[in-house]
């Protein structure tokens, strides 16, 4: 089968005075999580949504539900993407968001709580940016911690339920950083989930953090929630030793995978006993079709679409 990687829209405009307010340790928020309202219960797979906000609203992860019983069809709704940058004068990575992004959270009491309330979990991704700053190039310790205190304290600022990593377009090397090496991947997510013992961390099987899963006698696999398959329309286990139900090695785009496809790899998530089927790219036009050609496969039922 052609293995098809995600094709991405990028903008390059920064939020620096939310940077800023990072950096320095503000510890102001827009508002905590809202305590998820009773939900049908689902029982299944998780369905994970990842939604480009240069075009999209995160809204449209709860306009799907189930015909049968009227559950939630997608469980994390993913905001697709937060960006790690490189400042070249202080030599150090930061978190940065584009002005779609910022958006988002800035407003978050009505682009995610509406979700969360519906019982939706919402996590931002983290993805390079061109610069040479990455998840694999921290040069020490402690400069991965500094890093991993970013994306806690914009967890805790926005009231978000967790961090997903995706080692994409970090372009090693570039700027004079380093290259990858085997000890920061390892450094910023045990950091990380000393912050954030509760909340998500996920990973998007991809570039050379995902190979850096453990060193000096320290393994962070146990420390992810779900890891999954980063090329849509296709089919493969993430090299990752979490246990099936943590685990996508279905990937599709919808409206970009055919139904078939989108159905064959949901039968097959059920058949092997995996527990979790990963999209991206949902859109705001009614996409109830593709979604039901997996959701039957996966609970049973047809998705309803409500505007």
Known sequence: MLTLARSRVRTAALALAAV???????????????????????????????IEVNNNSMLNAGKYALANGGGNVFDVAVI????INYDTSTKAAYLSFNENVQRVL????????????????????????????????????????AFAK??????????????????????YGNNGTGQPNDSSF?????????????????LYNIGPAASRLSYGGIDITS????????????????????P???????????????????????????????GVYLTYNLDGTDRSADVSA?????????AVYTP
Not at 28 to 46: I, Y
Not at 150 to 171: K, M, N, P
Not at 223 to 242: C, E, H, M, R, S
Request: without cysteine.
């Open 223 to 242: 420390k992810f929630d779900y890891a999954w398959n980063p090329y849509y329309g296709t089919w493969q286990v993430p090299g990752i030793a979490l």
């Open 80 to 83: 697709f993407a937060a960006n």
């Open 294 to 302: 997996f959701t039957r496969e996966l609970y049973g039922s047809d």
């Open 20 to 50: 800023a307010a990072l950096a320095f340790g503000a510890t102001a928020t827009t508002g905590a999580a809202a305590a998820p309202a009773p939900s049908p219960a689902k029982a299944g797979p998780t369905s994970v949504a990842y």
């Open 150 to 171: 970013q994306l806690s304290d914009t967890v805790t600022r926005y009231g978000l339920d967790g961090i997903d990593f995706d080692d994409e377009y970090a372009e």
């Open 186 to 202: 390892v450094n910023l997510v045990t950091a990380l989930r000393a912050n954030m013992p509760d909340k998500i961390i996920s």
């Open 244 to 274: 099936k139900s943590k685990l996508s090695p279905a990937a599709v785009e919808i409206g970009g995978t055919s139904q078939s496809t989108a159905a064959d790899l949901a039968r097959r998530t059920v058949s092997e006993g995996y």
């Open 106 to 145: 800035d407003n978050a009491a009505t682009q995610i709580r509406p979700l969360q309330q519906k019982g939706i979990k919402v996590v931002l991704s983290v993805l390079g940016n061109h610069q040479g700053a990455g998840f694999a190039n921290f040069p020490s310790q402690q400069a991965a911690s």
